[in-house]
């Protein structure tokens, strides 16, 4: 996944989320801060630009604390293509097995791959 740092494309990825309201809401207020200073500390990610298929926002992994904090360790994610999706769950650095995440969407589909992923996993989702 690639971390956007540049205003530039911030600002872009900012006008092409405001076309898809309101399920891009969940990312697009994160996008809008990063691209404003970054008070909180968060960081967005993508799986390619500019031709991205999902958009992930997150607290930079350095700034938490508790690895069993899911409040603290909470994600946010739009996606063009489930194959993204499935993708991020079942194996990228940004989406581990070492802390416990809550994962906020607002797409149709989003909680049927969590369920999928943590049942290959072994795990229980709440």
């Known amino acids: 996944m690639l971390i956007l740092r540049c205003p530039a494309q911030l600002q872009l990825l900012e006008e092409t ?3 898809s309201l309101p399920t891009t809401l969940p990312v697009l207020g994160t996008v809008m801060t990063v691209a404003r200073g970054n ?3 968060h960081e967005v990610l993508v799986d390619s630009w500019p031709h991205f298929g999902i958009v992930l926002t997150r ?3 350095e700034d938490h604390k508790d690895p069993r904090d899911y409040y603290m360790n909470q994600l946010s994610v739009f996606y063009r293509d489930k194959g993204a999706l499935q993708t991020l769950l079942e194996g990228t650095e940004a989406v581990t097995r070492e802390r416990a995440f809550q994962i906020l969407g607002m797409q ?3 909680d049927e791959a969590v369920q ?3 049942s290959a996993r072994g795990q229980k989702v709440e």
């Open 17 to 19: 989320l405001r076309k």
């Open 39 to 41: 008070p909180a500390s």
């Open 59 to 61: 607290l930079r992994p």
């Open 108 to 110: 149709d589909g989003l």
């Open 116 to 118: 999928e992923m943590a």
